[in-house]
């Protein structure tokens, strides 16, 4: 059985955490409306909503903006969203 929690999905001994997990605690720490988080990060407040749900992947665009604004590189946004999507891979298979 899978347990599916907005971001974080755990199936037998595998655990993804969605990439959103993550920027929801930098929101939080910059103490930021999500409203104007997204105007930093230019999308739209929805956009923002459906990666912080896990329900939207991290772009190279959104990578790049995400690395402007909290100082973590572009690569690594980019690589916790690979591995979302690899164990997601294995848990579904």
Same mark, same amino acid.
Request: hydrophobic content about 45%.
């Given at each position: =059985?899978? !347990? @599916?929690t !907005?971001?974080? #999905?755990? %199936?037998?001994?595998?655990?993804?955490f969605?990439?959103?997990q %993550?920027? *929801?605690? /930098?929101?939080? $720490? /910059?103490? @930021?409306?999500?409203?104007?988080?997204?105007?930093?990060?230019?999308?739209?407040? @929805?956009?923002l909503?459906?990666?912080?749900? *896990?329900?939207?992947?991290?772009?190279? $665009?959104?990578?790049? !903006?995400?690395a402007?604004?909290?100082? #973590?590189? =572009? &690569?690594?946004?980019? !690589?916790? &969203?690979?591995? %979302? $999507? #690899?164990? @997601?891979?294995?848990i579904?298979?």
């Open positions: =059985m899978v !347990n @599916m !907005n971001k974080i #999905v755990e %199936y037998k001994d595998l655990i993804a969605h990439p959103g %993550y920027l *929801g605690e /930098f929101i939080e $720490d /910059f103490e @930021m409306a999500k409203k104007e988080f997204a105007e930093c990060l230019g999308i739209s407040e @929805m956009k909503v459906k990666l912080l749900n *896990g329900e939207e992947s991290i772009s190279n $665009d959104i990578a790049e !903006n995400l402007r604004l909290t100082n #973590v590189s =572009m &690569q690594t946004w980019l !690589n916790l &969203q690979n591995v %979302y $999507d #690899v164990k @997601m891979a294995e579904l298979e």
